[in-house]
DNA sequence: ATAAATCTGGATATGCGATGTCCAGGATTC
DNA sequence: GAATCCTGGACATCGCATATCCAGATTTAT
């Protein structure tokens, strides 16, 4: 079982745009930044914006932003977006022995331990993730913000 | 993000083989007894093989069987056993600005949310599964034995 | 001994989803 | 009007899960 490298990054960027407070910056900035395929990146950026999690402006100056508060976005959310919301384990029903009436036991078990990994995702946001990073290096944000800003150092 | 079918097949034969109660039963039989493809079926009971939950016997009155007591084989065992211990998140270290001496925020996020997910696994067994069964249907277990022993219905 | 049943491991084929690229069209800024 | 940037679709590629087949080995039964 495998979780799309899409997430990663995904999140990284989102990261990265908390960290841009309301600047867009655009995807091809996103992706060099990280060292990334951009016209790739650019795919997870568009699932982001249909989830209602980051928006776009187009034109110079354009790119995108953060649609909503750090703390009002979960790693729940950011996975979902990417991987939709079908659970990894899904149950075809081959017990033997015709329609039976009572749940699968075997469904049952792999759900509940589903429903614990998405509680721990739904229960830490990106602010909780920027608090982690200051707390070990305080000036990474605002040297990314930098790294990101409109005019490139180059 | 999904887990490989064979998965959900592991986990229905480890029950099947601990209703069996150490009798041996062909993965055919396994096979037909879900609608299953034997020939692929075979290759998850080689690996649950090789993980040490399930033994064989060759020949005529051969087949597989539990090799420990079904309280000593937790859903994570099996999980393990057919999908590897490689974790679904794999931080590919795409932070930006050269090597880093702190570990990764979103890593460390992904990986406690994944260990919640395995704490959940590895604290239920097929002796779990099993009560779960007997207590919505006790004679399942029995019927099932019934199904799979030596001499076929037909 | 011989035949039948069964597992083991390797080779191979197939299908699907993740990854990756490209482009035509539209929106915005300058 | 030109440059910048996003959107969405079409398409190519790759790896992995799924699936099949077979030759060889092992054991049981006669």
Redesign the pocket.
């Known amino acids: 079982m ?1 979780m ?3 997430v990663e990054w995904a999140l990284h960027c989102c990261l990265d745009l908390a960290w841009a407070r309301g600047t867009p910056v ?3 900035r996103l992706a060099a930044h990280h060292g990334l ?1 951009a ?2 990146l ?2 997870q ?2 699932a982001l ?2 989830a209602g999690i980051v928006r ?9 932003l953060l649609d909503r508060p750090p703390h009002a976005v979960t790693l729940m959310d950011v996975v979902t977006a990417l ?1 939709g919301a079908d659970p990894a384990f899904r149950c075809t029903e081959i017990r033997a022995g015709g329609p039976h009436t009572t749940r699968c036991a075997i469904d049952t078990a792999m759900t509940r331990a589903e429903l614990a990994w998405r509680r721990e995702l739904a229960g830490r946001t990106l602010a909780d993730l920027d608090a982690d990073v200051r707390r070990a290096d305080p000036d990474a944000p605002a040297a990314t913000r930098a790294r990101l800003s409109p005019a490139p150092p180059a």
């Open positions: 495998r799309a490298e899409g655009p995807a091809a395929p016209a790739y650019t795919k950026l568009q914006g249909r776009s402006t187009p034109g110079p100056r354009g790119g995108y991987e």
